[in-house]
Nanobody, 116 residues
Framework: QVRLMQSGGGLVQAGGSLRLSCTASGSISSLNAMGWYRQTPGMQRELVAFVTSGGSINYADFVKGRFLLSTDNAEKTMYLQMNSLKPEDTAVYYC??????????WGQGTQVTVSS
């Protein structure tokens, strides 16, 4: 079973940048894709960006050109570099497999708050 540990996030002013990290323990070789999701109160989690096992990276329209997903396969770590942050990017960000796995296979979540 894959376990995911997140780091990064925090408080930043609009226009600023933050970087999130997600490190996996256990085997991830069976996963087709890994991604970053986010959730705001009262809303469903939405997929922000994901990378396939073949290395293809895809972004939601609302972050294209601003966020950059990268990976360090040797360290089994996935990053999300978030630039030009907007107040509407405020959310709890999670890493997990794509499609969404059971809840016990998600990262612990990290708060990103963008002030205006």
């Amino acid at each position: 079973q894959v376990r995911l540990m997140q780091s990064g996030g925090g408080l930043v002013q609009a226009g600023g940048s933050l970087r999130l990290s997600c490190t996996a323990s256990g085997s991830i070789s069976s996963l087709n894709a890994m991604g970053w999701y986010r959730q705001t109160p009262g809303m469903q989690r939405e997929l922000v960006a994901f990378v396939t096992s073949g290395g293809s990276i895809n972004y939601a329209d609302f972050v294209k050109g601003r966020f950059l997903l990268s990976t360090d396969n040797a360290e089994k770590t996935m990053y999300l570099q978030m630039n030009s942050l907007k107040p509407e990017d405020t959310a709890v960000y999670y890493c997990a497999a794509v499609p969404p796995p059971p809840l016990d296979q998600w990262g612990q979540g990290t708060q990103v708050t963008v002030s205006s």
